[in-house]
């Protein structure tokens, strides 16, 4: 947690030990371990918290890898310690993530990282990315993405599918929503 804020209390607090609980460090290590051999920069991989934090917090090392990803993808990285300058570089690495193909819901916003408020939601990007990484010609970590299944149906497999009787699906035994009510009832 940054230094110039108070520590959290009651369902703040909460919230945060619940957020933090979601947190593997085993996940962690391997996305920092997958840093490492993309970047080849001399990381710490230990996957607790305030090693994960240290490493990543001014956003040098994601500007590192998302360039050794696709060269030149970040024109600007930001050595500078000042909050607003790393937060830059958060932000270059987030939009450069989303380019690479990491879902919006699997990227993370920067304060996550930079304010440490979420490094589960960080470990869950970078092992977003990290299965993308063999598009790039990189090593990948995670699952194997799948690949598209299309399928395509005739014109006559779709009029087939269009004659299936609804109630062969079921029934619902002529339940009603009567007699549902929801809340207090108004009192006049």
């Known amino acids: 947690m940054s230094s110039n804020r ?6 703040a607090a909460e919230a945060q030990r619940k957020i933090n ?6 996940l962690a290590q391997e996305s920092l371990e997958w840093i490492k051999a993309v970047t080849a920069e001399p990381i710490n ?7 994960f934090f240290e490493v990543l917090k001014d956003g040098v090392i994601l500007c590192k890898l998302a360039n050794a990803l696709q060269p030149g993808c970040i024109k600007k990285i930001n050595e ?11 932000s270059a690495f987030l939009e450069c993530a989303k380019n690479f193909g990491v879902p919006t819901q699997e990227t993370f916003q920067s304060v996550d990282l930079w304010e440490r408020q979420n490094l589960n939601s960080v470990v869950i990007c970078l092992q977003s990315l990290g ?12 699952p194997k993405e799948a690949d598209k299944n299309v399928r395509n149906f005739s014109e006559e497999q779709l009029r ?6 609804s109630l062969q699906y079921g029934s619902n035994k002529g339940a009603t929503q009567s007699g549902i009510n929801f809340g ?5």
């Open 6 to 11: 108070a520590p959290k209390s009651g369902f």
């Open 21 to 26: 609980s979601k947190y593997s460090e085993e």
């Open 45 to 51: 991989t230990s996957g607790d918290t305030d090693n």
């Open 80 to 90: 500078s310690k000042m909050a607003f300058k790393c937060m830059e570089n958060i």
């Open 131 to 142: 299965r993308k990484a063999s598009n790039f010609n990189k090593p990948s970590i995670g």
């Open 160 to 165: 087939a599918g269009q004659n299936v009787i």
């Open 184 to 188: 207090n009832t108004r009192h006049m």
